[in-house]
């Protein structure tokens, strides 16, 4: 063997050990903890609780200007059931619910809800999606706005899905129309719950808004349609009663309501 046979050689050598050097699963700043800090009080689904990891990440206090400081969020992700087949995200936040819920739960209870569906939509939504809950800032100005959305864009670059599916309300449906007016080629799909005003997304970003009506027990009406359209885009027809039509009514908080009608079990 030549010199120069035994330098190809070396190199595709020290290639193929830079290659297999390389981590399976790119390194991230997210603190993915060993335990989630829950409450004790509250009963959560076990089968849900198996698929929960809670995390920390710390982002800039203000990204038009780093210097000031950092602040360190949490994040809950409730992992797909089937993660070989793993589709996407779904970032979940309960708008103003932050100022009483600083645990993270809310994820918890709404996937632990939606795996209670037997309609194709949740199945897809539970079996194929991670649900992200993140802490938000204070959403009730635009500063918060501004900044959780950057929020958002950050920890999803760091989850390394090219796209999201969001569901919000109240003031989390005006952090997800901020942050698709900003990034409207990293949302695939965003259901918007009694939003308050009418900061209209993107044109190019598929969007769902829901009120939820003057009777509790209507609230399955929202969750009728959520699945539906964040995995098939399927919109609800223009009589439904909870298909809001911008004028932003006075809002309540999102919350898991069990479906009273078993027709679409």
């Not at 209209?200 to 929202?222: D, H, M, T, W, Y």
Request: charged letters at 20%; hydrophobic letters at 40%.
């Amino acid at each position: 063997m030549t010199v120069a046979n035994y330098l190809t050689c070396a190199c595709l050598w020290l290639t193929a050990s830079l290659v297999a050097a390389q981590p399976l699963i790119p390194p991230t700043t997210i603190d993915w903890l060993l335990d989630c800090p829950l409450p004790t009080v509250e009963r959560l689904d076990p089968e849900v609780l198996q698929r929960t990891q809670c995390g920390i990440v710390n982002v800039p206090r203000n990204y038009a200007a780093p210097r000031q400081g950092s602040l360190r969020l949490y994040l809950t992700r409730v992992g797909a059931r089937d993660p070989l087949n793993r589709e996407g995200v779904v970032f979940a936040q309960a708008g103003d619910a932050a100022a009483s819920n600083q645990s993270g739960t809310f994820v918890i209870h709404l996937t632990s809800l939606w795996g209670a569906y037997a309609n194709p939509a949740y199945r897809t939504l539970v079996n194929r999606y991670d649900v992200i809950e993140l802490s938000p800032r204070d959403l009730s100005n635009d500063n918060g706005i501004e900044q959780a959305a950057q929020d958002m864009e950050y920890v999803r670059t760091q989850l390394g899905d090219a796209q999201l599916l969001y569901l919000g309300n109240d003031n989390a449906a005006r952090l997800g129309s901020r942050y698709a007016a900003l990034f409207p080629e990293r949302v695939a799909r965003m259901v918007l719950v009694n939003a308050q005003q009418a900061e209209e997304a993107a044109p190019p970003v598929e969007q769902l808004r829901l009120k939820e009506p003057a009777k509790q027990a209507a609230s399955s009406c929202i969750n009728r349609w959520v699945a539906d359209f964040l995995v098939f885009g399927k919109q609800p027809p223009p009589t439904t009663r909870c298909l809001d039509s911008g004028n932003g009514e006075a809002a309540t908080r999102l919350r898991p309501v069990a479906i009273e009608n078993d027709t679409w079990r």
